[in-house]
């Protein structure tokens, strides 16, 4: 459309074109004839007009004329185009609805096989359900029968493990006793050796006392002073003092406390199992 109107306003301008030059040419023709040639006969010569404004509205008409043919066309072109647009939308529109139908059909055709479907699995889970219960009154009819057999023997099971149990009972208790009383004999025995050891132990640290004792010109014989010693395993001294009560004087008490340090380590291999960390022992001034 728009090659046939740039065609045809080019023929149009070249029309006017050239009635254009044409009347320049007429015009300024006859003003040069007019002013440089001398007329021979000036009564016998007329002047021609030629009117231009008619073949001006002429062209114009002609130029509107051709316009409003393609104006024509065009509308014609537009109106072919929507009525194929209205065609074709039509066509979609019935294929949609076909669609439409299909999947209908389609969806009706599955909703009745979900429902045979759902209908037969139905009666499975019902027959599977109705087997399931005839089986577990069966395990359960079989389950109480072997419930009465245990119980018989469980019975008699019972009654044989009481009467073991009862002749054991009377063994253990039996057992016990002598454990018992063997026992608070070597508990016994075993203070008794704990005592001696022990007694054998204080003995030996008061008699190495005694020995790395220094003894002051103040101290009187014959007195008696309890000293407690801090010590740890192995036998090193923590602290040592003199307990209230001895009646020497500072000096004996320090020396006392002096000789106690000069001693560790104190007695401790084979006397492991009478350690004391707290220790008293009588020292004796002589």
Same mark, same amino acid.
């Given at each position: 459309m728009s090659t046939a @109107? +740039?065609?045809?306003g080019s023929a149009a301008a070249q029309s006017l074109l050239l009635? *254009? $030059? +044409? *009347? +320049?040419?007429?015009?300024? *023709?006859?003003r040069w004839t007019s002013e440089t040639i001398e007329p021979k006969f000036p009564n /016998? +010569? =007329?002047a021609v007009v030629v009117d231009t404004s008619a073949m001006r509205e002429a062209q114009v008409q002609r130029k509107e004329a051709a316009q409003q043919k393609l104006r024509d066309q065009a509308a014609e072109r537009r109106r072919q185009e929507q009525a194929r647009q209205a065609e074709a939308q039509a066509e979609a529109e019935r294929k949609r609805a076909e669609q439409e139908k299909v999947r209908q059909q389609q969806a009706e055709r599955q909703r009745a096989d979900?429902? &045979?479907? =759902? %209908?037969? /699995?139905q009666e499975r889970e019902r027959n599977e359900a109705l087997a399931r219960k005839q089986a577990a009154l069966k395990a359960e009819r079989e389950k109480l029968a072997a419930e009465r057999e245990k119980q018989q023997r469980d019975l008699a099971a019972i009654q044989a493990q009481r009467e073991a149990d009862a002749q054991a009972r009377e063994k253990a208790i039996e057992e016990a006793r002598r454990q018992q009383l063997l026992d608070l004999e070597n508990q016994q025995r075993q203070a008794q050796q704990d005592m001696t050891k022990m007694e054998e132990w204080v003995a030996l640290i008061a008699a190495l006392v005694r020995q790395n004792w220094r003894k002051p010109p103040t101290a009187r014989s014959g007195? &008696?002073? %309890? $000293?407690? $010693?801090?010590? @740890?395993p192995g036998g090193d001294v923590i602290s040592a003092t003199v307990a209230p009560g001895c009646n020497v004087d500072e000096v004996t008490k320090r020396s006392i406390v002096d000789a106690v340090l000069r001693s560790e380590p104190l007695p401790y291999q084979g006397f492991e199992r $009478?350690? %004391? %960390?707290?220790?008293t022992f009588e020292f004796v001034v002589d």
């Open positions: @109107l +740039i065609h045809d009635h *254009g $030059v +044409i *009347g +320049i040419i007429l015009v300024f *023709g006859l /016998a +010569i =007329q979900d429902l &045979r479907q =759902q %209908r037969m /699995a007195e &008696r002073c %309890r $000293v407690n $010693v801090s010590q @740890l $009478v350690f %004391r %960390r707290q220790l």
